[in-house]
């Protein structure tokens, strides 16, 4: 019994110190693009294949008019620059949370791995809510899809610098950690993405007729509000260091108040 308890101690240290063994940071962020890039790409196939009228069709059913025929994939386009933004920010987000690592490991490789598995999967988010573009329980249930894709793309992201920071003097820049300067900004640039397509998802289950509209909305507002987090947090650090700054000079004042009291003074 003692001897197979030390053997699954020893293995439980081997499996442990594997995930923790450093990894190229550069093969991690260049691979990683490479996903980016690809399904970026795919998207643009996509929308080329499917959604591009047919000549005999612009003259005999839209008279002539490009423009009325192309208004007709309104939502595939509509989809399709979501999709893209959503990818662009996803990538932006992945760029900000790898420059501040100073070394990968191979469970924050890993972790890449299982969010670029998602990010792959974003294509299909994006033939779904354009194929179901008709109010139906189908559209309703392409776009639950699309969103819980975007939940794990976004929160194994987040997974990743969650495990920086258990040993975060080796393996992130000194803004990054806990007190840092850019700390409560990665925080909410990195959890924004989750708890978004998180709350599209149940408001799409309790506001079903609403759900492409909340579902696009959820797309365009993200990019105002990565603005937005950068202001707010501007504001909130300027506001905690000012508060600070204000109290520690009040302390300053009240030594200095001491120290120039005599000491029968001090006393009463």
Not at 90 to 97: E, P, R, T
Not at 242 to 264: D, H, I, T, W, Y
């Amino acid at each position: 019994g003692q001897r197979g308890e030390e053997e699954e101690h020893h293995s439980l240290e081997t499996f442990t110190f594997y995930l923790s063994e450093p990894l190229s940071k550069e093969r991690v962020e260049a691979f990683s693009d490479g996903v980016y890039a690809i399904v970026a790409t795919l998207l643009i196939l996509d929308i080329c294949e499917d959604n591009v009228p047919d000549p005999g069709e612009v003259e005999e059913k839209f008279h002539g008019s490009l423009l009325e025929a192309l208004s007709e994939y309104g939502p595939n386009y509509l989809a399709y620059f979501g999709s893209f933004v959503t990818i662009g920010l996803l990538w932006f987000v992945h760029h900000s949370l790898f420059l501040y690592v100073t070394k990968a490991t191979r469970l924050m490789g890993l972790l890449n791995i299982l969010s670029l598995a998602f990010i792959g999967g974003l294509p299909l988010a994006y033939q779904l809510t354009s194929e179901f573009a008709e109010k139906s329980h189908n559209e309703i249930e392409a776009i639950q899809v699309s969103c819980v894709i975007t939940f794990f793309a976004s929160i194994f992201q987040f997974a990743i610098w969650t495990t920086a920071l258990l040993n975060e003097e080796e393996t992130l820049h000194a803004f990054a950690r806990y007190g840092g300067k850019e700390h409560a900004f990665m925080f909410a640039k990195l959890a924004l993405y989750p708890c978004v397509s998180l709350g599209a998802f149940f408001l799409t289950c309790l506001l079903s007729e609403f759900s492409t509209a909340i579902f696009h909305l959820m797309q365009i507002v993200i990019p105002f509000a990565f603005l937005a987090l950068r202001i707010f947090v501007r504001i909130s650090l300027t506001a905690i260091k000012s508060v600070m700054s204000l109290s520690g000079r009040k302390v300053v004042l009240l030594e200095e108040e001491e120290a120039c009291l005599s000491p029968n003074e001090t006393l009463s």
